[in-house]
């Protein structure tokens, strides 16, 4: 998952949404979103699958709490000792006052990550490259690529601008318009301008390719954009869009349940 946009108690209808899409190398094995019972969770989840070292990029469970992770992009590819995707589990299974402290003597175990855990009332964010990791954000929209939370990349400010001005005309009586919405929000492309490129190492062309909200490649792009509402009526819906190489439209699938009194 490389770009995720969240919005916290900022809606009448939506306290909680959550826009993202996820960037990978195609020739990477993927589960499409499902529900699933993970071991590390201790309970069922709406997630896809990493088939390659298990565990997920994003995942909802039941009551309507999300959790997600993105990669810090540095130069150096190394893979930590443990994999990335079972942070969002360990999120859903554990509350923040348990897992930081936990998170912070393993923190050394996993590549460079930022791993955020949503409710309808705030959020808790943390990554292993922040110099004071474990945050409680509250109302507002953030945003969250392959910096730390808020890093003003211009894919970052595109994407939030577009979802905030977005959210201002949502309705409950229209979800599934909003789920679509936002969907087609997240396919941008637009490219950012050279004086705006971050330098993280990997070289000017490869800035370029990574500098749109939506990445169009062959070989590596974005391959799912996911977008889960949690209405104050109880109603969650997530919908997945799954994406072949350049950007070709493949599987589609919906959710939708009501929350658990």
């Not at 330098?199 to 939506?214: A, H, K, M, N, Y």
Request: glycine fraction near 8%.
């Amino acid at each position: 998952m490389c770009l995720i946009v969240f919005s916290l108690r900022q809606h009448p209808d939506f306290p909680l949404v959550v826009a993202a899409n996820r960037d990978e190398f195609f020739q990477r094995p993927t589960a499409a979103m499902d529900w699933w019972t993970s071991e590390t969770a201790g309970r069922e989840v709406l997630a896809g699958r990493d088939l390659l070292s298990g565990g997920t990029w994003l995942a909802v469970d039941i009551h309507g709490r999300v959790s997600a992770v993105t990669n810090v992009r540095e130069a150096s590819l190394v893979p930590g000792p443990r994999s990335r995707g079972e942070l969002p589990l360990m999120a859903l299974a554990e509350d923040p006052g348990t897992l930081e402290p936990r998170l912070q003597e393993q923190k050394d175990q996993y590549a460079g990550f930022n791993l955020v855990s949503l409710n309808t009332q705030h959020g808790w964010y943390f990554s292993n490259h922040d110099a004071r990791p474990g945050r409680h954000v509250h109302r507002g929209t953030y945003g969250l690529s392959n910096h730390l939370l808020q890093t003003p990349w211009p894919k970052l400010l595109r994407l939030r601008n577009s979802v905030t001005g977005l959210l201002e005309s949502a309705s409950a009586r229209a979800t599934e318009e909003f789920h679509d919405n936002l969907i087609e929000r997240l396919y941008d492309t637009t490219p950012a301008p050279d004086h705006e490129l971050p330098d993280t190492g990997v070289g000017i062309e490869r800035e370029r390719f990574l500098s749109s909200p939506f990445i169009i490649g062959s070989n590596y792009g974005t391959r799912a954009t996911t977008i889960v509402t949690v209405s104050t009526s109880g109603e969650i819906r997530v919908t997945e869009q799954v994406w072949a190489p350049e950007g070709k439209k493949e599987e589609a699938r919906s959710f939708c349940w009501q929350r658990p009194a």
